[in-house]
């Protein structure tokens, strides 16, 4: 499962993506240089060799395991995360092949704005299909949807094996939020040719499928997503990601007292009990990762703020990936990542312990709500400076990350 939201406002886009994966499984952030197209090279992704077609410099977030990527960014200002959906179509029975987060790599990596990533991932699909264990822990294979963004526009893109559909949004609508459902039925801008014969995406919804657990969730991130330009922020968006099945909380801009929303139960139905968009399914799910970008639209500073683990017990860190010592390394490394699910294990012992209790994770908000607040208000403060400047800033955030996980003692 995983959420993600793209808000189109004036001057710039805000992407946010959640990676919700089994939760003992690392996930990561690399930054990755641009590479040059080789003359008649090769690639090689989870499961196949394909054609290199060069590379641009990315960011992205990827659990270990995996060459692909669940979500991220390049330095042309495209944004792609994708969610898995159910459809008529069996994943089990495709033969390996493209995975959902070898498309979002590829993408980032060849597309220099939103409907060429379309035309990249829509061209991959149909060339080499999709196929695969992308969920190693589940020995799980899927099918997948994308919000791809960039400063201008977004796309959601919804498959089935070969066969997709794509739904252009632009700022007379606002925004798009995603989830793990087919929602384009005949909407679509663009589609695959038998979906342009059957006329509506819906035909490969999987019926059977609950969505409840989807539209939980859509009610949280889609009004955030179509917020009015002065409601639409970066914070708010951190907001949405932490919610608890309630109202947002946790924005970095607040200075009050860091509002806590107790975890879910720890039970999951048909009817979406149990599940939110900061996922706590103690066993099943967790959200492992999420990031959130600003997708300037002409020239500006790329800016993201990353984060490892659950949004709960996490920071979003302030970047700006396209400078020269713009990225975080720690943020590469594993150890990191177990560092911040050590946290989010002892919310969810406390949980079991105490359903409606909420001062372990009040705790360890406390530490960190004044952290991220400080850290958002000095990357603001020097994102109009030069280059060197946010280097500058950026090489004392871990300093500060790492004081804190030690004063709670992880």
Partial sequence: MCDAMAALLDGHTLFAKSSDRPPGEAQVVEWRRRRPRPSGGALRTQYLTIDDAGAGALLGSRPTWTWGLEHGLNEHGVAIGNEQIWTVDDPRLAPAALTGLDLVRLGLERARHAEEAIAVLTGLIE???????????????????????????????????RSWAAQRVDCSERGLAMSNRVSISEGWTLASADVRAEGDFDRWRRASSPTDHADKRLAVTSPCARSADEVASPAAMAGALRDHDGAPWGRPDDDAEPAVTPLPPPVVDRRGTGVSVCMHLSGVQAT????????????????TWCLLGSPCVGIFVPLFPFDAAGVVGELSLATTWQRFRALRDRVEQARCDDPASTAVLAAIRSVWAPLERELWEEADAHAPADPATRAASTATIWPRIHAALLSLGV
């Fill in 288 to 303: 492992t990762a999420s990031m959130i970008a600003s997708l300037p639209t002409d020239g500006g500073v790329i800016r």
């Fill in 127 to 161: 060339a080499h299909g999709q196929g695969g264990i992308a969920d190693r822990d589940e020995h799980k294979a899927y099918f997948s949807s994308f919000l791809v963004a960039d400063g201008r526009e977004a796309w959601a893109l919804e498959t089935s094996g």
